[in-house]
């Protein structure tokens, strides 16, 4: 450890010798400060008022030198002593760089530094288009490829959009076929004005003549909400494909040769389909159109029950008490017609997929949507 030395010889080698020990010294102490323990010692040594080292210089060689080198010692004295301030603060320094690396080494750091750059990292997967919205996008290709256009309504509907317009008038026993979820609180309203969860996508089959004179051509892609229990092939929650198509001298022939069409294109060419009577009260005639099952091509197996058929959607001839409530915009009965049918997305994605519980749609689980990846 080094101690300021007594001046015996004040030739200008022995004092720039004893200049350089002493330099020497500094940086050799600065350097080796790893902690803040190590740079409050260093720095109490080397400037302590009462006894650090520039302290001494002054009372062992400034004090007792000859009164003809006091000049001489007094400056080397002047250029040491920022010198030995310049490493005081330096060493400080020192020691926060050392303090961060071992806080950072200490800490996730750590881990970084274990960062193998060979490794092939970490793969984000891609997301894909959830089955049911692939299978709703496919449906509404298929009549934008006919030239159909798309059209969309609120999920928040009005009784009037939802029913009455659709000729379910109020306290129809018709209304019970589709258990609805109503808003609460709306006692108030006169009960067209009334909000509900829409039940089908049909109320946009009159929004959309109210904003356009006929002819139309349009598919309504959207989500619809009963109040059914959860089974394996029902939700409350579901989505649906409407479609709409009035101009003048519509007839059934031309919603028969639609509908074949369309599950061709979504089924395969070799698929039949047949039209069963049925009741809607927006459409008349009403039909249920079946598809011959899609698993046995019509021999018939467990999943068409042995009828060889599959009943798919419900269509028909719009009812002229439809036509009525937008006859203002150019639907008159007498001189236009029109046909319109009603999809659930979900039962064709459960059939082309071969899905057994129409909940997996809805989980989020990863291990069955990424086998639609
Ligand atoms: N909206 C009917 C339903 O949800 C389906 C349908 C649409 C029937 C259009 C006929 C015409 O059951």
Same mark, same amino acid.
């Given at each position: 450890?080094?101690?300021?030395?007594?001046?015996?010889?004040?030739?200008? #080698?022995?004092?720039?010798?004893?200049?350089? *020990?002493? /330099?020497?010294?500094?940086?050799?102490?600065?350097?080796?400060?790893?902690?803040?323990?190590?740079?409050?010692?260093?720095?109490?040594?080397?400037?302590?008022?009462?006894?650090? $080292?520039?302290?001494?210089?002054?009372?062992?060689?400034?004090?007792?030198?000859?009164?003809?080198?006091?000049?001489? $010692?007094?400056?080397?004295?002047?250029?040491?002593?920022?010198?030995?301030?310049?490493?005081?603060?330096? !060493?400080?320094?020192?020691?926060?760089?050392? /303090?961060?690396?071992?806080?950072?080494?200490?800490?996730?750091?750590?881990?970084?530094?274990?960062?193998?750059?060979?490794?092939?990292?970490?793969?984000?997967?891609?997301?894909?288009?959830?089955?049911?919205?692939?299978?709703?996008?496919?449906?509404?290709?298929?009549?934008?490829?006919?030239?159909?256009?798309?059209?969309?309504?609120?999920?928040?509907?009005?009784?009037?959009?939802?029913?009455?317009?659709?000729?379910?008038?109020? *306290?129809?026993?018709?209304?019970?076929?589709?258990?609805?979820?109503?808003?609460? !609180?709306?006692?108030?309203?006169?009960?067209?004005?009334?909000?509900?969860?829409?039940?089908?996508?049909?109320?946009?089959?009159?929004?959309?003549?109210?904003?356009?004179?006929?002819?139309?051509?349009?598919?309504?892609? !959207?989500?619809?909400?009963?109040? *059914?229990?959860?089974?394996?092939?029902?939700?409350?929650?579901?989505?649906?494909?409407?479609?709409?198509?009035?101009?003048?001298?519509?007839?059934? =022939?031309?919603?028969?040769?639609?509908?074949?069409?369309?599950?061709?294109?979504?089924?395969?060419?070799?698929?039949?389909? /047949?039209?069963?009577?049925?009741?809607?009260?927006?459409?008349?005639?009403?039909?249920?159109?079946?598809?011959?099952?899609? @698993?046995?091509?019509?021999?018939? =197996? /467990?999943? =068409?029950?042995?009828?060889?058929?599959?009943?798919?959607?419900? =269509?028909?001839?719009?009812?002229?008490?439809?036509?009525?409530?937008?006859?203002?915009?150019?639907?008159?009965?007498?001189?236009?017609?029109?046909?319109?049918?009603?999809?659930?997305? #979900?039962? $064709?994605?459960?059939?082309?997929? #071969?899905?057994?519980? $129409?909940?997996?749609?809805?989980?989020?689980?990863?291990? @069955?949507?990424?086998? @639609?990846?």
């Amino acid at each position: 450890m080094y101690t300021v030395p007594k001046l015996e010889d004040y030739s200008p #080698e022995a004092l720039d010798r004893a200049v350089a *020990d002493l /330099r020497r010294a500094l940086a050799e102490e600065e350097a080796s400060i790893s902690s803040q323990a190590d740079w409050k010692a260093f720095r109490d040594r080397w400037l302590a008022r009462k006894n650090g $080292i520039l302290t001494q210089l002054n009372n062992l060689w400034l004090k007792p030198c000859p009164a003809d080198l006091k000049r001489t $010692i007094g400056q080397i004295i002047n250029t040491l002593r920022p010198e030995i301030e310049h490493f005081v603060t330096h !060493g400080q320094s020192r020691d926060e760089d050392i /303090r961060t690396v071992i806080d950072s080494l200490s800490k996730d750091a750590l881990a970084a530094d274990r960062l193998d750059i060979t490794l092939p990292g970490i793969q984000r997967p891609i997301g894909v288009k959830h089955p049911v919205l692939r299978v709703m996008d496919e449906i509404v290709a298929v009549f934008k490829a006919m030239g159909y256009s798309v059209g969309e309504g609120p999920e928040v509907e009005t009784d009037y959009y939802n029913f009455e317009s659709l000729n379910f008038p109020p *306290d129809h026993p018709a209304r019970d076929t589709q258990d609805t979820l109503f808003i609460a !609180g709306q006692e108030s309203k006169p009960a067209r004005d009334r909000l509900l969860l829409r039940t089908h996508t049909s109320p946009v089959q009159i929004r959309t003549m109210e904003q356009q004179p006929p002819p139309v051509r349009i598919v309504i892609p !959207g989500k619809v909400h009963r109040n *059914d229990p959860l089974d394996a092939t029902h939700s409350p929650v579901f989505h649906q494909v409407e479609g709409l198509a009035v101009d003048t001298n519509i007839t059934f =022939c031309d919603l028969k040769g639609t509908l074949d069409h369309a599950m061709k294109a979504l089924f395969g060419s070799s698929v039949k389909t /047949r039209f069963y009577p049925s009741f809607f009260p927006f459409t008349e005639p009403s039909a249920d159109m079946q598809v011959s099952c899609i @698993f046995c091509g019509g021999k018939g =197996c /467990r999943k =068409c029950k042995f009828s060889g058929w599959i009943e798919l959607l419900g =269509c028909g001839m719009v009812d002229p008490n439809v036509f009525d409530f937008v006859k203002h915009n150019g639907y008159d009965s007498s001189k236009i017609s029109g046909f319109a049918f009603g999809m659930g997305v #979900e039962r $064709i994605a459960i059939l082309k997929y #071969e899905v057994e519980e $129409i909940q997996l749609f809805y989980e989020g689980d990863v291990r @069955f949507l990424e086998q @639609f990846a």
